[in-house]
């Protein structure tokens, strides 16, 4: 890509000292939580003085290496060697001693009290057990100025008032509050900045550079990686795929190394052609996504894709009736809805499995059979009281239908695995008839064989006309679920991908790329690749 | 295998327990522990050890009479804690309980003298309970106050109206009366209707929560609030009824306290009840933070209490130890339950 070289051009590539011996090596970095394998044998080097950009699709394993970095997590095997001596952080405590810091992308901070008792919480300095705030207050001030951040914060600033790039901030100085810091980490640090705060942040990452400290870079975007890094790596599926200098590698190779799964049989199912509009919504505004317009037909599969963030969970919350309508319209089957609430939504025919099953999908308390029948339950009784026997007969048809594997209908939910939990979920929605159908992440903490079950059933769903959306972060799974991809990016749709074009190279270009302005072209690069 | 195949071989089945169909088959005391609940049959346990240790130091435990004297003695703390105990599922609280029962107690006793009608006075009192309800409820949901500090405010604040329509002594005498009389000394059947009213409303309660749609999403709400909302339950609604359900609920139970005691009593016989009853729902098994119990826990908690209270009683205990062994008691039972949802022990508990 152009930017690469440009930048290249005006701003020649910092001394990265090739010859020099990384200051962090980690050297087959596997993690496995139960039978998942996050990262499975990552190689990872950072030299002193460079910015290393990692880059990689949602669930590649990019925050969990951070994870491992920081101590957070402890690696299953492999080693991490720092400054020439192998280490194990069995604690973030030991992680911090050794030089070791990271940014994460959601700040924790104390809303009431002030920027300098956040930035030295747990390390507030006293005399006897007497905290002197002056001392704090001083101490902060010390740290904002040498970092040179005087303008931007000031340490009694409550933490309830601080704007997002200043909570980042506080994040920084508490990282950098002491000296003896080899290699900071930042994750996705600019999710949340406004450009203006991004060149400070990138003018801060310069002097850390140019200070001789080892700076790691975990985004997404690729035009600040363009801008900011020396050296980038891809992660794919828990694996080091790719590592480069960035001189020598463009935009479109970056993105093929993050994709490039094989796709597989288990999507197989007959698009029936579509039939009437069911669900169309015009130009939704919400406080996260702006200007949604995207319409679903009965019988339709339309996935939504993007990055974390993008607004995607967001936009099903608004369809489920659970966030306020700042503006525009959703139809079903032509009528305009006013979604006050889940109940309006429940009662216009949509039904929403959300990401989060376990918090806010099912009680995990009670049965299986609670659980499927819960939005019908009013139409199963008689006199208010339940009639058991048709209640039951209902859940057992949905049980068997979906293959949910259970003992029987009475046991607690929780004692599903992940993939029954989801089906319960579906059941439940199914009960009611709905018309359109929104799953969040249906395959989440789904084993492989429940999820080639799920695939199958969204498959029916459509074929049977209902109108199907599903939200998903494999790519794999949207390019083979759906009829129409919508790829959103920073609360707004900004393009669609229909069927027989999709890659996933093309998908994930649009969901990444900054150029606004030109997707079309960032979309012909990417299918370049493919071909 | 690695997560690289993102995907799923359809020939890969699931692990062979899950089955579909496949229903293990449980022994006869697997499912009586499925059946009863561990809770309640540690309640059970509890119980039948205490009656025992009781019994064998002193036969009259045993007697009929003394049965009596239980029933009767937990009978107002009895239908409190049931009224409590639909609160709790909802992941609600009531402080204010003994508050409004005394409220009750008073205002049935007063109406009673000036108009001269029992009835007329029980139904304004139980109206006074469900407007009492309602104030808790609207504080609660539109307020937007914890359930905790609502109620300890009108915990107050009723107690106070109390004393101020009541001048803070005892009104009205209602010993006299042949409906006041029979509630506190009449019996259908051989069972004493005092014991009877609070087994009449724990079975329409347990009723209610178990075979109708009104109770099922009681626990659902209670359970998972976020699931309930999103399924389109009316949450507002079922906290404002469950909370004018326990004002009418105190004004039973004071109306009986009036029953018992001849007369309308501002603090005496209401005052700390509160305490009680909360001990009886967690030591029936109800958790704070909703969705999880049950009546039939609740009773036999109560019954536990009054068990304990009266056999200590007739052993001759100096009282002070009562307050202690049901302090024990319930502080023992919630670590129970505790160690049975395996929370790690770090900072305040859920």
């Known amino acids: 890509m152009n930017s690469t070289q440009n930048h290249d051009a005006e701003q020649p590539l910092h001394d990265t000292n090739g010859d020099a011996p990384p200051v962090l090596q980690m050297r087959g970095i596997t993690k496995s939580f139960g039978p998942i394998r996050a990262l499975s044998g990552v190689d990872l080097d950072v030299r002193a003085g460079e910015v290393l950009a990692v880059m990689g699709e949602n669930g590649a394993g990019k925050s969990t290496i951070l994870k491992i970095l920081s101590g957070e997590h402890a690696p299953s095997s492999g080693s991490i060697n720092l400054a020439g001596a192998d280490r194990t952080f069995s604690s973030p405590f030991e992680a911090k001693a050794a030089g070791i810091r990271v940014i994460y992308q959601e700040p924790e901070i104390l809303d009431d009290v002030s920027v300098a008792e956040n930035v030295f919480i747990g390390s507030i300095p006293r005399h006897a057990r007497f905290v002197s705030r002056h001392e704090v207050i001083a101490e902060t001030q010390a740290v904002i100025d040498r970092l040179g951040f005087s303008s931007a914060i000031s340490p009694t600033t409550l933490g309830s008032r601080l704007s997002p790039a200043q909570r980042q901030l506080v994040e920084i100085l508490r990282a950098l509050k002491d000296d003896s810091v080899a290699v900071i980490a930042f994750d996705e640090p600019t999710s949340s900045l406004s450009e203006h705060e991004v060149e400070a942040l990138f003018a801060f990452i310069a002097r850390l550079r140019a200070s001789g400290t080892a700076v790691i870079y975990v985004s997404h975007r690729m035009k600040e990686i363009a801008e900011i890094a020396d050296r980038v790596a891809v992660l794919r599926d828990g694996q080091s795929v790719f590592a480069s200098l960035m001189s020598d590698t463009d935009e479109s190779e970056m993105v093929r190394n993050m994709v490039g799964r094989d796709v597989f049989g288990a999507f197989d199912r007959d698009h029936t052609e579509a039939g009437e509009i069911v669900l169309e919504v015009k130009e939704l505004t919400t406080a996260d996504v702006s200007n949604i317009s995207f319409h679903v037909r009965a019988g339709e599969v339309v996935a939504f894709s993007g990055l974390v963030g993008a607004g995607r969970t967001e936009l099903a919350k608004a369809l489920a009736g659970d966030a306020e309508i700042l503006s525009g319209t959703i139809a079903i089957s032509g009528e305009v809805q006013k979604l006050r609430s889940p109940i309006d939504a429940v009662r216009a ?13 099912l009680v995990m308390t009670r049965s299986i059979k609670e659980n499927i029948s819960l939005v019908v339950l009013n139409s199963l009784t008689r006199a208010r009281f339940v009639r058991r026997g048709l209640e039951s007969g209902l859940v057992a048809d949905y049980m068997k239908r979906l293959r949910v594997r259970a003992g029987s209908m009475d046991q607690e939910v929780k004692t599903l695995s992940g993939g029954n939990q989801q089906k319960v979920v579906v059941a439940r929605w199914l009960a009611r008839k709905p018309k359109v159908l929104i799953l969040d992440e249906p395959t989440r903490g789904v084993d492989v064989g429940a999820k080639a079950d799920i695939y199958r059933i969204i498959g029916e769903l459509a074929a049977e006309g209902i109108a199907v959306v599903v939200i998903s972060n494999e790519l794999i799974e949207v390019i083979g679920l759906a009829d129409r991809i919508l790829v959103m990016r920073g609360g707004e749709i900004v393009g669609e991908v229909a069927r027989a074009d999709a890659t996933e190279q093309n998908v994930l270009t649009l969901a990444i790329s900054d150029s606004l302005d030109q997707p079309t072209n960032s979309g012909n690069v990417a299918l370049e690749g493919t071909s | ?22 229903k293990r088959e449980l022994s006869f005391a697997a499912k009586f522990v499925a059946r009863v609940g561990a809770q309640n049959l540690s309640l059970i346990v509890a119980l039948i050890v205490l009656a025992a240790a009781i019994g064998s130091q002193n036969a009259n435990f045993f007697s009929l009479p003394n049965m009596q004297v239980i029933g009767e003695g937990v009978a107002i703390l009895g239908v409190l804690a049931v009224g409590q105990t639909v609160i709790m599922l909802l992941g609600g609280l009531d402080i204010s309980v003994g508050s409004q029962a005394g409220l009750a107690s008073v205002i049935s006793a007063m109406v009673f003298t000036s108009s001269g009608s029992a009835i007329f006075g029980m139904a304004v009192a139980i109206v006074v309970g469900a407007v009492a309800g309602l104030v808790n409820a609207l504080i609660i949901v539109y307020g937007r106050v914890n359930a905790v500090i609502a109620t300890l405010a009108t915990f107050a604040a009723y107690r106070g109206v ?3 329509v009541s001048n803070g002594s005892a009104q009205g005498y209602t010993g006299g009366d042949d409906v006041f009389t029979f509630l506190s000394l009449g019996k259908i059947a051989g069972i004493p209707v ?42 507002n609604k079922y906290v404002i009824g469950a909370y004018m359900l326990m004002g009418v609920i105190a004004a039973i139970a004071g109306i009986l306290l009036t029953a018992r005691t001849g007369s309308g009593q501002p603090t005496s016989g209401s005052q700390g009840l509160e305490l009680q009853v909360i001990t009886a729902v967690a030591l029936g098994g109800c958790a704070l933070q909703g969705g999880k119990g049950s009546i039939i826990g609740t009773v036999l908690a109560v019954i536990l209490l009054g068990v304990l209270t009266n056999g200590l009683q007739i052993l001759g205990v100096n009282s002070f130890w009562q307050d202690i062994a049901q302090g024990t008691m319930l502080v023992i039972a919630v670590v129970i339950q505790q160690r049975r949802r395996g929370t790690r022990a770090v900072g305040l508990p859920d």
């Not at chain 1, 499995?353 to 806010?360: F, N």
């Not at chain 2, 347990?206 to 949450?235: C, E, H, P, Q, W």
């Open chain 2, 162 to 164: 109390v004393n101020l």
């Open chain 1, 349 to 361: 025919g949509i039904g929403l499995a959300p990401e989060e099953r376990k918090t806010e999908a």
């Open chain 2, 194 to 235: 005092l014991i009877l009213v609070f087994l009449v409303i724990a079975a329409l309660v347990y009723t209610m929560l178990t075979f109708t749609d009104i109770g099922r999403n009681i626990y659902a709400i209670g359970g998972n609030k976020v699931a309930a909302r999103l399924s389109g339950l009316r949450i």
């Open chain 2, 1 to 22: 295998m690695t997560i690289s195949t993102g995907s799923a071989s359809p020939t890969q089945i699931a692990p062979p327990e899950d089955k579909p169909g496949a």
